[in-house]
């Protein structure tokens, strides 16, 4: 953490200007860091390549044809079971290709935030990890910043914000400090010109940027109706395989 530094008369006036608050006691942003949470946009999961791989290694489909595989080679035609044992690979790797991609595009996502924001806490201007942010937090806006949180702008100078990885829109927008959608800001929006002051008001899963990370990453792991059909299929015609391989078995003993 930089050293604190006080006010400027211009900056405590555009500090002020929230209820003429100059920010969180440093008790009190404690207190509601315990409440809210840290400000992490993006969770870690360590765990989550294993874990696909494996609910793709459970899927259904790759069963049969790993079972299918595995009765050719018992039965003595190692040609088919083969070619089969091939056909699992993009069956496998296409699942696991498609979620890494989906992981590593909210990765970057949050790594788009820097690592530190600066903030007024005691009439002080503070340099803190932005994972510490918390709700009603007074946070200084300066141009090239990438937001670190959801809030209502309370004193601005030509602030002009980049807002299109969450709208789709290339224009950018103007923001002033007056009641309206204007007057918001959100998380992984990029300052693009101007300073100015904004009062938090979200922090982490509860910003628009978390949703949209939380709604990817659920998207994930959730299943459409036609995959979940195809399942279904394929269960069915597991449990067929294994009775036919059970009978060829007894038709071979008897034999």
């Given at each position: ?108 996502l949050g ?116 995959q979940r ?27």
């Amino acid at each position: 953490m930089m050293a604190p530094s006080k006010l400027t008369a211009s900056d405590k006036t555009g500090a002020e200007t929230l209820s003429g608050s100059t920010g969180l006691s440093t008790q009190e942003a404690r207190t509601r860091l315990r409440t809210y949470g840290p400000n992490r946009l993006v969770r870690a999961d360590k765990m989550a390549s294993l874990r696909e791989f494996l609910c793709t290694v459970a899927d259904p489909m790759a069963l049969m044809l790993a079972l299918a595989a595995a009765l050719y080679f018992w039965l003595g035609d190692p040609h088919e079971g083969i070619v089969l044992a091939i056909a699992l690979i993009p069956v496998l790797s296409v699942d696991v290709v498609m979620e890494a991609r989906s992981r590593n595009a909210l990765k970057k996502l949050g790594s788009a935030l820097a690592p530190t924001a600066l903030v007024i806490r005691d009439g002080i201007q503070l340099e803190v990890p932005s994972i510490e942010i918390v709700p009603g937090d007074l946070l200084v806006i300066r141009a090239g910043d990438v937001l670190h949180a959801d809030g209502v702008v309370t004193s601005v100078a030509n602030l002009t914000v980049d807002e299109s990885q969450l709208t789709g829109e290339s224009e950018p927008r103007a923001k002033i400090a007056t009641a309206g959608e204007q007057s918001r800001f959100y998380a992984g929006s990029l300052v693009l010109a101007g300073h100015g002051f904004g009062e938090v008001t979200a922090t982490g899963e509860s910003t628009r940027f978390g949703e949209i990370a939380t709604l990817v990453a659920a998207t994930d792991t959730t299943t459409t109706p036609l995959q979940r059909e195809t399942s279904k299929i394929a269960r069915y015609l597991v449990v067929i395989a294994i009775v036919l391989a059970i009978c060829i078995f007894l038709a071979l003993l008897v034999r």
